[in-house]
């Protein structure tokens, strides 16, 4: 049902945990099952040096967070706001269908964690966030 690199992230997830002072974090939870993530990126010069993540969900989000944090590190910030989460399951050779929506919280998180970075640096320009 997982492939091989599902299960390898899901055992051994890359990343877990917090970024003292990060530059962006960002905290989202799947409407579908109440799953949450948190992922914290560390950015310099526009590109994003680290990330980490804490999920508290079923295994496919564990995997795609695990999954997220390794193909955000190295981007640039625009470059990490395509990340689809298709993408992310894509890197994990798929999962099954009725997991897919898992794989919506690693791109949610990313995009949340860049539009907090965006915030505190005033590069957010007219006001189009859901802060409040
Ligand atoms: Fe909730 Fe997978 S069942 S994210
Ligand atoms: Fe985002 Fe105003 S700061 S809507």
Do not use: Q, W
Not at 2 to 31: L, T
């Amino acid at each position: 049902m997982y492939s091989e690199k599902v299960m390898d992230h899901f055992m051994n997830p890359r990343n877990v945990g917090e970024i003292e002072n990060a530059d962006g974090v960002g905290e989202v939870g799947n409407a579908k099952c109440g799953d949450i993530m948190k992922m914290y990126l560390k950015i310099e010069n526009d590109i994003i040096v680290d990330a980490k993540f804490k999920t508290f969900g079923c295994g496919a989000a564990v995997a795609t967070s695990s999954m997220s944090t390794e193909l955000v590190v190295g981007k640039t910030v625009e470059e990490a706001l395509k990340i689809t989460n298709k993408a992310v399951a894509e890197a994990l050779d798929g999962l099954p269908s009725a997991k897919m929506h898992c794989s919506n919280l690693a791109e949610e998180a990313i995009r949340a964690a860049i539009e907090d970075y965006k915030r505190k640096n005033g590069l957010l320009g007219e006001c189009d966030c859901a802060a409040a």
